[in-house]
């Protein structure tokens, strides 16, 4: 397969290079790397290229750096600054979870979101949990499931997988629905001298409603937690999708 890989953490963690690196050494798949050059977690689906340009830099071969965001990067690459139109995008794998509500604020989210509007099967792959962080195992286990997760595609959404942070393996693959989370922090300010002030968000807590069948339920109970979510938001009683324009 023609893969697209993408990420919010930035082209040098290590959740995108170490997936990029054993998916290319499988000798199965041309693997294209389009990402931010910093870390942009938490960017959602902003575009830089609506303010005005970006700068994009050749790192390596069929590897690219950009100063935009995660949607930026698989825009440029879709508009013909990669020489093939993938098969797949996989966002990630991210530094800890995408669950819940976390996807409307996720960097990762966004660019398998943005991959999806233009009809191309998307993944936003998590590794869920806090450092050390297992890459042996999550990379291992996302590269030898890409095509079973790929069955699950549907036209007009992209596929959020949340892989639970531990040394084995998970216990299986469960199909979920993202859970309500609530994020419980502190406003800290600190004032300087020209009268502006400095604000940060201080012990950010996440509670979430963990019911039986949701994402972040499952993940605890260390399955992997697949949701099928749509790109955009649809009225209950509203007329059924179109099928995306093709790029």
Not at 91 to 107: E, Q, R, V
Not at 142 to 154: F, N, R
């Amino acid at each position: 397969m023609n893969i697209l890989m993408t990420n919010d953490d930035g082209i040098d963690s290590d959740g995108l290079q170490k997936l990029a690196k054993l998916l290319r050494g499988s000798g199965k798949h041309r693997v294209f790397i389009f990402a931010p050059e910093t870390n942009r977690s938490g960017i959602s689906h902003a575009l830089a290229l609506i303010n005005g340009p970006v700068k994009v830099s050749a790192i390596e071969e069929d590897t690219w750096s950009c100063s935009g965001f995660p949607a930026d990067c698989i825009l440029l690459a879709l508009k013909g600054l990669i020489p093939i139109r993938p098969d797949i995008v996989i966002s990630g794998i991210n530094h800890g979870a995408n669950l819940g509500s976390d996807i409307i604020y996720s960097g990762t989210a966004s660019a398998a979101r943005q991959a999806s509007l233009s009809g191309i099967p998307a993944i936003a792959l998590s590794l869920a949990g806090k450092e050390p962080y297992n890459w042996d195992m999550a990379t291992s286990w996302s590269a030898e499931h890409l095509e079973e997760l790929l069955k699950y595609w549907k036209s007009d959404c992209f596929l959020n997988v949340n892989i639970p942070n531990k040394d084995e393996y998970p216990k299986g693959l469960e199909i979920t629905w993202p859970a309500q989370k609530r994020y419980v922090d502190s406003l800290e300010t600190m004032k300087v001298k020209n009268g502006s002030q400095w604000c940060f968000l201080e012990g950010v807590e996440e509670i979430a409603v963990s019911e039986a069948g949701s994402d972040c339920y499952t993940v605890s109970k260390d399955f992997v937690s697949l949701s099928v979510v749509l790109n955009f938001p649809a009225a209950l009683d509203g007329p059924p999708l179109k099928k995306p324009v093709e790029n």
